[in-house]
C-alpha cells in the first residue's frame, strides 16, 4: 500500500529531515528520566530490582521511541503539534519522578502517565491524519498501546509482585506490536512498506539520545566526585578510566553510527529502521546506562563483588547486542568484533566473579576499558569495510 496522495495539514514536509526546537526541548525530559533510571538501580541492586529497572527503562525507551516516530510525520512547526510535544513531555517528567517508587506508593502515578502519552500520541495522528496511510496505521497502533495502557493502569492496582507480571506483560504488548505489524482482528495488519520513513530524521533523533546516555554517566560521575570526602588518588584515578570508558563508547558508536558512517547510510528501509531504532538504541541506551551504574559503583564501593562485575561488564555487554543488531540492520553483517568483545567480556567475568574480593574490582574495570578502546581503535580502522 503506497501513502495517498493527499498530505494532512499537519504532515512533515518531505525532505525536512532537521530535528527541531520542540524535538529537543522533549529529549531534555530524558535527561532526568534517564538518571532516575540509574539511581533506581543502585538503590535496588539485587536481582528482583534488576528486573524491575529493566522493566521500567523498557517503558521509558517506549515512550521515547514512540514519540520520536511520530515527530518523523508531523510539522514541528505546527501550534497542536508543540502542544501535543508539551503534554508528552509532561508524562514522560511524571513517569520520572515515579520512576523510583513504581512498584510502591508511585505506580499509578507512573502507569497514569504512560498510559496517557501511549494512548494520547496515536489518538491525536489517527484524527489528524484522516486521508492519508498514517491514519490506519495509528488507528491499529492505537489498539495496541490501548491495551498496553489498560495493563499498566491494572498493574498499578495490584500488590509488588503482581504488579511486576501485569506490567511485563504490558512492555511485552508494546514490544511485539511492531513485529506483528500490529495486527488487529477486524482492522487487518499495517505492513512496514506503509509506513513512510525519513530515517536520516530518525538517526538524528537516536543519536542525540545517545548522547544524552552518555552524558547522564558524566552527570552522575561528577554528582558521586562532589558528594565524596575526601577525593582520593584511587577515585580520581577511576574517574579517569571512567571518563576514557565514556568516550571509547562515543567513538566506537559514531564510527558505526555516525553522519558519514557506512552503517549510517545503509539500508534506509522501514523494516531495517525499526531494527536499527526502535530496538538496537533500546539496547545501547540501557547499555550506556549500566556503564554509568558502574562507574558510580567503583567510586562508592570499590570491594569486587557479583553486582559490580555483572553490571561492570553488563553494561558493554548490552551496549555490543545493540550494535551488532544496528549493524546488521543496516548493513546485513552483525560485526565480527562485536563477537570477539563479547567473548572476551563474559570470559574475563567468569575468574571475577568466582574470585570475588580476592581480585581488586579495579582488574575488572580496566579489562572491560581495554576491550571497549580496542573496539574503538577497531571499529574506526576497519570502518571501510562492511564485516567491522
Do not use: K
Not at 567513538?251 to 530496538?279: E, K, L, M, N
Amino acid at each position: 500500500m503506497t501513502v495517498r496522495d493527499r498530505a494532512p495539514r499537519l504532515l512533515r514536509r518531505r525532505g525536512d529531515s532537521e530535528v527541531a526546537p520542540i524535538e529537543l526541548f522533549f529529549d531534555l525530559v530524558y535527561v532526568f528520566a534517564i538518571i532516575q533510571v540509574s539511581h533506581t538501580l543502585l538503590y535496588h541492586l539485587t536481582p528482583r530490582g534488576a528486573v524491575e529497572t529493566a522493566l521500567l527503562f523498557a517503558a521509558v525507551w517506549w515512550l521515547w521511541n514512540y514519540s520520536a516516530w511520530a515527530m518523523n510525520y508531523l510539522d514541528p512547526a505546527r501550534t497542536s503539534v508543540r502542544l501535543l510535544n508539551a503534554l508528552l513531555m509532561l508524562a514522560a517528567l511524571g513517569m520520572a519522578l515515579a520512576l523510583p517508587t513504581a512498584f510502591g506508593d508511585g505506580g499509578l502515578l507512573f502507569a497514569a502517565c504512560y498510559a496517557t502519552a501511549q494512548i494520547g500520541r496515536p489518538l491525536f495522528v489517527w484524527i489528524t491524519m484522516r486521508g492519508h496511510v498514517l491514519s490506519r496505521n495509528y488507528r491499529n497502533l492505537l489498539v495496541w498501546s490501548s491495551v498496553a495502557g489498560a495493563l499498566f493502569l491494572l498493574g498499578a492496582l495490584l500488590p509488588p509482585t503482581a504488579r511486576l507480571v501485569v506490567w511485563g506483560l504490558a512492555v511485552a504488548v508494546d514490544l511485539v506490536g511492531p513485529l506483528v505489524e500490529f495486527r488487529v482482528p477486524g482492522l487487518g495488519s499495517t505492513p512496514m512498506r506503509s509506513w513512510p520513513v525519513d530515517v536520516e530524521h530518525l538517526a538524528e533523533r537516536n543519536r542525540l539520545v545517545f548522547i544524552i546516555a552518555l552524558g547522564e554517566s558524566i552527570l552522575i560521575m561528577g554528582f558521586t566526585l562532589s558528594e565524596l570526602e575526601p577525593i582520593t588518588p584511587y577515585t580520581v584515578l577511576i574517574a579517569v578510566l571512567g571518563f576514557t570508558g565514556l568516550v571509547a563508547l562515543w567513538w566506537s558508536y559514531f564510527a558505526v553510527a555516525g553522519h558519514d558512517a557506512p552503517a549510517g547510510r545503509g539500508d534506509g528501509s522501514t523494516r531495517a529502521a525499526r531494527s536499527a531504532f526502535a530496538y538496537a538504541h533500546g539496547l545501547m541506551v540501557g547499555g550506556a546506562v549500566l556503564f554509568a551504574v558502574a562507574i558510580d559503583l567503583h567510586l562508592t564501593h570499590p570491594q569486587s563483588g557479583p553486582a559490580l562485575v555483572l553490571v561492570s561488564v553488563g553494561g558493554p555487554l548490552l551496549y555490543l547486542a545493540g550494535n551488532a543488531i544496528y549493524l546488521h540492520s543496516r548493513t546485513g553483517t552483525a560485526g565480527r568484533s562485536r563477537f570477539v568483545a563479547a567473548g572476551v567480556l563474559v570470559v574475563a567475568a567468569v575468574p571475577a566473579l568466582l574470585l570475588g574480593e580476592a581480585l581488586p574490582a579495579i582488574v575488572t574495570g580496566l579489562v572491560v576499558l581495554a576491550v571497549l578502546i580496542g573496539l574503538a581503535v577497531v571499529t574506526q580502522l576497519a570502518r571501510r569495510t562492511p564485516a567491522y
